[in-house]
Every structure is written in structure tokens, then in C-alpha cells.
């Protein structure tokens, strides 16, 4: 038969467990919020690229632009809710990438 956990146990185990289940609901909300604002994220660089077949390559440099603006607010955001510090270094250069990646998907 299985010892009794004394009181003192049963609390460290509850705080434990509420401690899992709060990582658990901030990844939930994490992905949930990138689910959200990823269709935004994609859809400027693709309607840029359709700006750029029809002629109006300044609007779609815009629209790269803000980009820049989106993913940087998207990155930011999905750090807080997971509880981590919003921007360092390596995670600032994310919102520069996808801008890049997709110039050379509509000029490349």
C-alpha cells in the first residue's frame, strides 16, 4: 500500500500542477494568437505580389514595409503571452526575414 502524502506534499504537488497548467494555457493562447495574425502576416507579402503583376511595384514595397510592422508586433506579442522577455536580438531579425523571403519570391 502507497504511503499517505502528508499536507506539505500535496501542496508542493498543487503548485506544481498549476504551474504546468498555466504553461499549457499560455502555448494554447500563443497559438491561437499566431493562428490569427499568421493570415495577415502571409497575406501582405501575396497581395504584394499581386500589386507587382499589375504594375504598382511601389505599393507593394509598402506593403512590405508594413510587414516589417506586423511581424514585429506578432513576434513581440507571442513572447509576452508565452512569458518570455518580448524582443532580444536573434528574435528581432524574424520580422526582417519574412519581408526578405518574400522580395525574392516576387522579384527572384
Do not use: C, K, Q, Y
Not at 3 to 28: C, F, I, Q, Y
Not at 40 to 57: E, S, W, Y
Not at 74 to 95: E, N, Q
Amino acid at each position: 500500500m502507497a504511503p499517505t502524502p502528508r499536507p506539505s506534499d500535496r501542496g508542493t504537488d498543487h503548485a506544481a500542477e498549476l504551474a504546468a497548467l498555466n504553461r499549457v494555457r499560455r502555448r494554447v493562447a500563443a497559438i491561437g494568437f499566431l493562428a490569427v495574425v499568421g493570415h495577415g502576416v502571409i497575406a501582405l507579402p501575396v497581395v504584394a505580389h499581386h500589386l507587382v503583376a499589375d504594375g504598382r511595384t511601389s505599393d507593394a514595397v509598402i506593403l512590405l514595409v508594413v510587414t516589417v510592422f506586423v511581424t514585429l508586433v506578432a513576434v513581440a506579442v507571442t513572447r509576452s503571452i508565452l512569458g518570455r522577455p518580448p524582443l532580444t536580438p536573434l528574435w528581432a531579425l524574424v520580422p526582417l526575414a519574412v519581408p526578405a523571403v518574400a522580395a525574392v519570391w516576387i522579384w527572384g
